[in-house]
């Protein structure tokens, strides 16, 4: 089993930034990816940014448009979203994830294709 825990929400000024951290632990961690995905109160689940641990490459939803990183600590088993330039609508509980195998592109954005998820963590922004 993979067990995956986000830390570093909170509330924040429009504007302001935050850093999102997952740690994942339990048996060896061999994920193809892990992947950020947001969810706002009466909404779907939205996907936020992915990074492949081999090679680094990275994806991100078309409204992130330059404000977020995707970063990965590969050794300590820990990815990493640095979010700038928030705004009130990224207001959500955020959600880190892995698969238990290979993702192609488009599978990488869509939240069915992943088995392993963290509790979330919120984060506010207000106006």
């Known amino acids: 089993q993979v067990q995956l825990a986000e830390s570093g929400g909170g509330l924040v000024q429009a504007g302001g930034s935050l850093r999102l951290s997952c740690a994942a632990s339990?048996?060896?961690?061999?994920?193809?990816?892990m992947g950020w995905f947001r969810q706002a109160p009466g909404k779907e689940r939205e996907f936020v940014a992915a990074?492949?641990?081999?090679?680094?490459?990275?994806y991100y939803g078309d409204f992130v448009k330059g404000r977020f990183t995707i970063s990965a600590d590969n050794p300590k088993n820990t990815m990493y979203l640095q979010m700038n330039s928030l705004k009130p609508e990224d207001t959500a509980v955020y959600h880190c994830?892995?698969?238990?195998?290979?993702?192609?592109?488009?599978?990488?954005?869509?939240?069915?294709?992943?088995?392993?998820w963290g509790q979330g963590t919120q984060v506010t922004v207000s106006s």
């Open positions: 339990g048996r060896k961690f061999s994920s193809y990816v």
């Open positions: 990074m492949r641990w081999t090679g680094g490459r990275q």
């Open positions: 994830a892995a698969p238990n195998s290979w993702l192609t592109t488009a599978q990488i954005m869509d939240p069915k294709f992943y088995t392993y």
